[in-house]
């Protein structure tokens, strides 16, 4: 069964790098998305991105993040300035034209700022 | 301001009891709902989708019905396998994608 992958599966990094986090989404999907989860907290909606544009973003989603499909496959987030605030889980998600509201996550990225 | 809150927090049941797990919305228009069923370390798995009042989704032992200020996650003689934090999540008509979700339920079931 096709799945959503995401990597690195655990991230430790320190405060002020940038790191980027990868996602290879259902092949044929067309619509990506971010998510986050600070530990016991709800999932929170990032952004998403369709036909290679960002389709919308939440207010979470500032100038220190960016989101790219750089090939056929890949998806990225990039943190630029990473805060003690942006430690959380990350979940990438796409879904395809024939079922819209029926995203896929995939297994999320911990991310670490120390 | 949007806000979508679950409960019970958590729920206990013994295997084959059967129960209902709640989500309550206020947002301006609704798009659409839908339940997730999380396992601890994981990524949501998507359930169901709602679109109107009235509209009910099952698979399984599980029932989704929606209302106009609520849904209700139908448990049906639950089994051990079913144990996971159940997410609901709306997106509102002014939203192309964004979603809100809610705080979850967290249901363990007893052999």
């Known amino acids: 069964e096709p799945e959503v992958t995401q990597t690195p599966s655990h991230q430790v990094t320190q405060m002020g790098q940038e790191v980027i986090l990868r996602c290879v989404p259902i092949s044929n999907h067309l619509y990506f998305y971010w998510y986050r989860q600070i530990l016991g907290q709800k999932v929170e909606f990032l952004v998403s991105f369709y036909n290679n544009e960002i389709s919308e973003k939440s207010e979470i989603f500032d100038d220190q993040f960016s989101v790219e499909r750089p090939d056929g496959s890949n998806f990225t987030l990039k943190i630029r300035s990473t805060k003690l605030e942006d430690s959380a889980m990350y979940f990438c998600a796409s879904s395809g034209e024939q079922g819209y509201y029926e995203q896929y996550f995939g297994p999320g990225t911990r991310l670490t700022v120390t | 301001e949007d806000q979508v809150t679950q409960s019970p927090e958590a729920l206990r049941l013994q295997e084959g009891e059967s129960s209902s797990l709640n989500c309550s919305y206020t947002v301006s228009g609704l798009r659409g709902l839908f339940w997730y069923r999380q396992d601890p370390g994981k990524g949501p798995e998507f359930l169901f989708t709602l679109y109107s009042a009235g509209e009910e989704k099952e698979k399984e032992r599980l029932k989704a019905t929606l209302t106009k200020k609520e849904s209700f996650l139908h448990i049906t003689a639950p089994k051990p396998e079913d144990s996971a934090t159940y997410l609901c999540?709306?997106?509102?008509?002014?939203?192309?994608?964004?979603?809100?979700f809610g705080p979850g339920t967290s249901l363990s079931v007893i052999p």
């Open positions: 999540a709306v997106q509102m008509k002014t939203s192309y994608d964004k979603v809100i």
